[in-house]
């Protein structure tokens, strides 16, 4: 980051002003081709868009990418594909090193985009932090931290009478840190270049609110008869101390005792992060093998060399004596025998590192056998060595 700690970089950029780091990751590669992005641009399952050129104005095509789209040779159009790191390898490897600055809570995931010469998406700002990482090739960015009016008439929306600020070249290896608001505008230069773009997580207030009720509500059926219908055997006739057009307290209180199990805690909220920030995004598939293993199996790779891995697409979090994966929770509070603790250990260490080193330090307990069996079974975890799906 410039030679400033994690710490220095948040206290004076983060979400305040852009910053250019020279060689951030020196001489930075990339690990994935032109012809392997457009190979996944083409996939249903894969979140892609192709930007073009077309009489002075940018045309966007959703993907999945065309064939004869993918033979537009070297003209100036961008491929842009989101989520890489659960796609190909390498992507939760470059995420990592981010977690020294930015918890994993607030990374969402790993953009590439290719450009040909002269290529970009336009002027814009984005509502989340992106740290923009140059791979081959070489990318002219502008930024202002203006306010400038959106043409919402344009196929992709971009800023009108742009200004830039300030104006940098960016070689591979490079990278742009840009907070939430700032316009910035990235053109390839010299010939094709690729940009890896790492955004932060920034869920709007009316988006958690509307997930946070769902999740309420699904709390709550499995609680209630939400078949039951609203009854009252004891009504009372209107009095004049209680007229009919009034809300009566006896009304009040039934209708209070249906909707009291919408009470929550911090128990409740923590439980909803959990599950929020891990969720899978809806084009999100999970290969699960042909055969599973069964427990004993499972019991029994465990304790020989291999790597118990989560698959690429899989995304876990901890919080406290939780474990969350994928949005689902896996609960250690309730229990604190000593092979609940080891467990616990294990599991944290495996979300943490994405990873872990077989054979176990000692035999598996049977509930840890049975969430790996059950993980493995659901397409989060494989077990280096089993047969693939």
């Given at each position: 980051m410039g030679g400033l700690t994690p710490q220095a970089f948040l206290d004076a950029h983060w979400q305040k002003k852009a910053l250019l780091v020279r060689q951030a990751i020196p001489g930075f590669t990339g690990f994935v081709s032109r012809d392997d992005l457009i190979a996944l641009a083409r996939r249903q399952d894969v979140v892609s868009r192709l930007v073009t050129t077309k009489k002075a104005r940018l045309r966007v095509q959703p993907g999945p990418m065309s064939t004869s789209a993918a033979k537009l040779g070297e003209g100036p159009w961008s491929i842009l594909v989101q989520g890489i790191e659960g796609l190909v390898p390498g992507g939760w490897e470059l995420l990592r090193q981010f977690e020294a600055i930015v918890p994993r809570a607030r990374l969402d995931d790993l953009m590439i985009s290719y450009a040909t010469v002269g290529a970009g998406v336009g002027p814009h700002?984005?509502?989340?932090?992106?740290?923009?990482?140059?791979?081959?090739g070489r990318r002219r960015w502008q930024i202002s931290t203006q306010t400038f009016s959106v043409d919402d008439d344009a196929e992709v929306p971009s800023l009108q009478g742009f200004v830039a600020e300030d104006d940098f070249i960016l070689e591979p290896g490079d990278m742009l840190y840009l907070p939430p608001g700032v316009a910035h505008h990235g053109v390839a230069v010299d010939g094709p270049c690729f940009t890896y773009s790492i955004g932060a997580v920034a869920p709007s207030v009316e988006g958690l609110l509307q997930n946070f009720l769902g999740f309420l509500s699904q709390k709550v059926e499995a609680q209630?008869?939400?078949?039951?219908?609203y009854s009252d055997p004891d009504l009372q006739a209107p009095t004049t101390t209680v007229p009919a057009h009034v809300i009566s307290d006896g009304m009040s209180r039934r209708v209070q005792s249906i909707l009291d199990p919408l009470r929550f805690g911090p128990a409740d909220v923590d439980e909803f992060l959990g599950r929020l920030m891990t969720g899978p995004?809806?084009?999100?598939?999970?290969?699960?093998?042909?055969?599973?293993?069964?427990?004993?199996?499972?019991?029994?790779?465990?304790?020989?060399?291999?790597?118990?891995?989560?698959?690429?697409?899989?995304?876990?979090?901890?919080?406290?004596r939780q474990l969350f994966l994928n949005g689902d929770l896996i609960d250690f509070a309730d229990d604190n025998k000593a092979d609940s603790h080891a467990d616990l250990a294990l599991c944290s260490q495996l979300i943490e590192q994405r990873a872990l080193s077989l054979p176990l330090p000692s035999p598996p307990s049977d509930a840890l056998t049975a969430v790996v069996t059950d993980a493995i079974e659901r397409g989060f975890l494989v077990i280096v060595g089993l047969p693939k799906p």
């Open positions: 700002t984005d509502l989340y932090d992106v740290f923009l990482l140059q791979g081959p209630v008869d939400l078949a039951a219908m995004k809806p084009t999100v598939v999970f290969q699960v093998p042909r055969r599973p293993p069964g427990q004993s199996d499972v019991r029994d790779l465990l304790q020989k060399p291999g790597t118990l891995q989560l698959t690429l697409p899989t995304r876990g979090l901890r919080r406290g």
